[in-house]
């Protein structure tokens, strides 16, 4: 989700299926929702897993129903790297890994540092021919646990200690249903990293 509320819709799409297609350039683009997409490749899911699906369709209407765009990208598991999947999507130009969780502070962090991983390894292994590709990369958490926001910037505060990633952290708190975005930078520097 773009910080820039005033980028058009139209630019949002562009950009974000210029990178979807910079990622994965052999794929197909199947417009699903008004601003959703999806990679071809993904949409046996709906069949196949459709809790997953309906899941995932909550998650990114969520940002969706906002003015994001939303490509939802291939489901791939890169070799060596212990059944890592890649992020979900890319929203708005950047991809993003999305999660719900209803646990602890613990849980919280223990998810967001996979969904920082997901992001980051799709970027180091999408190597296109020496095209630059940007690096930066968010995670969108979905919180239905009852834990108050100073507790939950803290928290990734401490996760993003020694990364220096740009991106931004996404959280919808479902009790309250207030969408708050920080980037990377502004939480690192609540520990002084």
């Known amino acids: 989700m773009t910080s820039e509320s005033s980028v058009p819709l139209c630019e949002k799409a562009e950009k974000s299926l210029a990178l979807a297609k910079l990622l994965f350039p052999n794929e197909e683009w199947i417009a699903i929702e008004p601003n959703i997409w999806a990679a071809k490749s993904r949409l046996p899911q709906k069949v196949i897993e459709?809790?997953?699906w309906e899941k995932e369709m909550t998650q990114v209407k969520i940002?969706?129903?906002r003015g994001s765009v939303a490509f939802f990208l291939?489901?791939?598991?890169?070799?060596?790297?212990?059944?890592s999947k890649t992020a979900d999507i890319v929203l708005d130009g950047v991809v993003l890994e999305m999660k719900?969780?209803?646990?602890?502070?613990?849980t919280l962090g223990g998810k967001f540092?996979?969904?920082y991983k997901q992001g980051a390894i799709l970027l180091q292994k999408c190597n296109r021919n020496g095209v630059e590709?940007?690096?930066e990369h968010s995670v969108f958490i979905r919180l239905l646990a009852d834990i108050p926001v100073k507790s939950v910037k803290a928290q990734i505060a401490g996760q993003l200690k020694y990364r220096?990633?740009?991106g931004n952290f996404i959280c919808f708190f479902e009790k309250t249903g207030e969408l708050h975005i920080w980037t990377f930078s502004e939480l690192r520097a609540i520990i002084g990293t």
């Open 133 to 135: 590709i940007p690096k």
């Open 164 to 166: 220096y990633d740009n």
């Open 74 to 83: 291939p489901e791939r598991v890169f070799q060596g790297e212990k059944g």
């Open 50 to 52: 459709p809790e997953k």
């Open 63 to 65: 940002l969706t129903n």
């Open 100 to 106: 719900t969780i209803s646990g602890s502070r613990a």
């Open 113 to 115: 540092k996979k969904g």
